[in-house]
């Protein structure tokens, strides 16, 4: 079964460095998501990308966050200058565009220092 | 307002105990979706089940059950013969059209612990 993989699993970076997360959504969709987890915290929507451009995003993807889809396969959320509150799990999603599930990877755990 | 809540922070059961979470959402859409999803202590998000607004049906998957009640806005999850495997974060979420796609709103989690 086609599934969202994300790398790496786990990061570790000092404060001001920047990041790159990357994912690589399933082949057939289209609509592709950044969420993030803060420890112990919920699930919060970040961002939604469709058809090369920001569908929609939230207060928190300041102008720090970026995301691209460099290739066909890849899609990336870069962070340019990394804070301490920037620490959480980031999921990358993708879907169909419908309200049909949206497909989770695995998840990158960030840790800013 | 469009949210969940899931006021149920943290639930400990015994093996075998039946466990019911509690998911109530708020949203001005007519149509919409609601998920449950699983995060075990390993940290990824895994898919439960889906429900649509238009569907008012309880679904039973082996061990799990879910009663979706439109009039109350409520999706609860029940577990039956509850297992240590269960033990996990349980995440209630609703699908919003907003900007041409769709985004979750998550609520805050109800960690269950199911003891030996």
């Known amino acids: 079964e086609p599934e969202v993989t994300q790398t790496p699993s786990h990061q570790v970076t000092q404060m001001g460095q920047e990041v790159i997360l990357r994912c690589v959504p399933i082949?057939?969709?289209?609509?592709f998501y950044w969420y993030r987890q803060i420890l112990g915290q919920k699930v919060e929507f970040l961002v939604s990308f469709y058809n090369n451009e920001i569908s929609e995003k939230s207060e928190i993807f300041d102008d720090q966050f970026s995301v691209e889809r460099p290739d066909g396969s890849n899609f990336t959320l870069k962070i340019r200058s990394t804070k301490l509150e920037d620490s959480a799990m980031y999921f990358c999603?993708?879907?169909?565009?419908?309200?049909?599930?949206?497909?989770f990877g695995p998840g990158t755990r960030l840790l800013v220092l | 307002a469009q949210k969940v809540t899931q006021a149920q922070t943290e639930i400990s059961v015994v093996e075998k105990e039946d466990v019911t979470l509690d998911c109530v959402y708020e949203?001005?859409?007519?149509?919409?979706?609601l998920f449950w999803y699983k995060q075990p202590p390993s940290g990824e998000l895994v898919f439960l089940i889906r429900r649509n607004s238009f569907d008012e049906q309880n679904e039973i998957s082996g061990r799990y059950s879910w009663n979706f009640q439109k009039s109350t806005s409520s999706f609860n999850f029940t577990i039956t013969a509850s297992q240590v495997v269960d033990s996990a974060v349980y995440f209630c979420a609703l699908s919003l059209f907003t900007s041409g796609t769709y985004k979750y709103i998550f609520g805050t989690g109800t960690r269950l612990k199911v003891l030996a």
């Open positions: 949203t001005r859409d007519t149509t919409y979706y």
């Open positions: 999603a993708s879907g169909t565009g419908g309200r049909e599930t949206q497909y």
């Open positions: 082949s057939n969709h289209l609509y």
